[in-house]
């Protein structure tokens, strides 16, 4: 399931028709990054995302996230199905881990797999308080004169693309407010660098097939490329058109951190929708320190 970014790996093919693409983009792309802030307390989420483009089923995912004292992990999977896997079949697993320091989440790797019938990539970043030490793709992609070059400060200050789509709200309150969409953020994939940009939209209510009920805020998003991409690519100047992506989140129990419920994108072929249909999320005790 995001990357241009991704709550999951992609959906994508090797190489589908042109509005294929647009629509793997769309559904695979919502790599969320925004500035960590200290996280409350410790919890956890199991949740499960459906895809559909204009109604119909095209992907299914899922995404765990586990925040604990002084560690945090987090792991998606997803894969095309239905209509759109008999002609883009593709599959695609991707995670995050890092470390608690006073409070605040700091990744230190990020690992990112997808497959098709053609081919696998994988992704490999490691970080060191926010800046690239060190990142592959495997295989190793053809160079493209025309793709703009990540330089080396591309890759000072950013976030993964995991680690990223945990958004911390500050302040005691509750954290599903309009004050959340005040947020934008530099993110790096491994491929490409881009920044995300939230406005505040609304607020709704959801109600999960199961787990999750009640407040969402919702907020418009917006994609603005940096580098590491081909500016001719239809998707890319698509997105970054775009002012009518919205994006819903919902809070992990336990923390101040919301993450994506629904995406919502529209495409020349219909919307795009990812939405979760479970939403378990629960808060964890805090270590008991031993005594002797």
């Known amino acids: 399931m995001p990357t241009c970014p991704h709550l999951a790996p992609k959906l994508r093919s090797a190489r589908p028709h042109p509005a294929g693409r647009l629509v793997l983009a769309a559904l695979g792309g919502l790599v969320l990054a925004w500035a960590a802030e200290p996280a409350a307390a410790q919890g956890k989420l199991e949740a499960q995302y ?29 894969g095309t199905t239905g209509l759109l896997k008999s002609f883009a079949g593709g599959s695609g697993t991707g995670a995050s881990q890092g470390r608690v320091v006073n409070g605040a989440l700091v990744a230190t790797g990020y690992q990112a797999s997808t497959t098709t019938s053609k081919k696998t ?7 060191d308080k926010g800046n690239v030490k060190e990142f592959a793709i495997v295989p190793e992609p053809p160079v493209d004169a025309d793709r703009i070059v990540v ?13 990223a789509s945990l958004l911390r709200v500050p302040g005691t309150g509750d954290p599903v407010t309009p004050e959340a969409c005040h947020n934008s953020a530099p993110v790096f994939d491994g491929r490409m660098r881009y920044e995300l940009r939230l406005d ?5 209510s959801v109600k999960a097939e199961k787990g999750y009920k009640g407040p ?25 058109a775009q002012r009518n992506i919205e994006i819903a989140f919902a809070p992990v129990a336990g923390t101040r951190v919301l993450v994506p ?22 808060a964890q005790p805090p270590k008991v320190a031993k005594t002797q």
């Open 50 to 78: 459906e895809a559909t483009l204009s109604g119909i089923p095209v992907g299914k995912g899922a995404w765990t996230i586990d925040i604990g004292d002084d560690v945090f992990a987090a792991a998606a999977s997803g």
């Open 261 to 282: 419920f629904w995406l919502k994108v529209p495409t020349p072929l219909g919307p795009a929708m990812l939405e979760a249909t479970s939403f378990i999320t629960a």
């Open 121 to 127: 990539e994988e992704i490999r970043i490691t970080l």
């Open 151 to 163: 330089t080396e400060a591309h890759r000072r200050g950013v976030w993964d693309p995991m680690t």
């Open 216 to 240: 969402v805020v919702v907020c418009s998003l917006y994609f603005v490329p940096v580098a590491g991409y081909i500016p001719d690519r239809p998707v890319i100047k698509y997105l970054a």
């Open 200 to 204: 505040f939209k609304r607020m709704e």
